[in-house]
């Protein structure tokens, strides 16, 4: 199987600073795109940022400029450096994994169980 494992979540006040980590572990194989999501209260989870084995990245326009995502593929983990925090920026962040467990299998996607972020006004 295949675990991911948040961690960093907290309160913060806005203007603040946070970093987010989501640690792999299990069968793997390799690991291709890495993301961070976020949910907030009565909305769909929302894709914020995207990291590729090789390091390319991409942002939704809302974090753009404020958040970054990165990613160390030797300790298969992916990290998420958020500045300049808003309070809309409160909810519930998950980071999801492409995932080879063997050289035979195809991608398979795995979800962390979430940490939660909230930014006070």
Not at 11 to 39: D, E
Not at 74 to 101: F, G, I, Q
Request: net charge positive; hydrophobic share 30%.
């Amino acid at each position: 199987q295949v675990q991911l494992v948040e961690s960093g979540g907290g309160l913060v006040q806005s203007g603040g600073s946070l970093r987010l980590s989501c640690a792999t572990s299990g069968s793997i194989f390799s690991i291709n795109s890495m993301s961070w999501y976020r949910q907030a209260p009565g909305k769909q989870r929302d894709l914020i940022a995207t990291i590729t084995r090789s390091g390319v990245t991409n942002y939704a326009d809302s974090v753009k400029g404020r958040f970054t995502i990165s990613r160390d593929n030797a300790k298969n983990t992916v990290y998420l450096e958020m500045t300049s925090l808003k309070p809309e920026d409160t909810a519930v962040y998950h980071c999801n994994a492409d995932v080879k467990r063997s050289y035979s299998l195809p991608y398979s996607s795995y979800w962390g169980q979430g940490t939660q972020v909230t930014v006070s006004s």
